[in-house]
């Protein structure tokens, strides 16, 4: 995968399956240079943890704790910093 690093993308993208960049000149190098990534690998990576049931049950889990009372987080979410711009940075 070769995409930006916004949202949940950095927990789920490590260097094994792809490059996470805000410079597109890294990102273009990136995609030139793919065949250094396992097609194999990243398949199966794909297939073992993104496949309907893994994400159900997560997802199921989460609510479960919902339903009991339980905090999904440590500590609340928080706006760490309000976006004064109309796009997300782009070098």
């Known amino acids: 995968m070769f995409a930006t690093s916004y949202g949940s993308l950095p927990e789920i993208i490590t260097n094994d399956f792809g490059v996470l960049s805000k410079d ?8 030139l240079s793919a065949e250094r990534f396992s097609k194999r690998k990243c398949h199966e990576y794909a297939r073992d943890v993104f496949n309907s049931y893994e994400v159900s049950l997560a997802y199921l889990e989460k609510y479960k704790k919902v339903m009991l009372g339980e905090k999904l987080n440590n500590t609340p979410p928080c706006l760490i910093e309000i976006q004064k711009g109309k796009y997300l940075e782009w070098k």
Request: no cysteine; hydrophobic share 40%.
């Open 24 to 31: 597109h000149k890294e990102l273009s190098d990136a995609i």
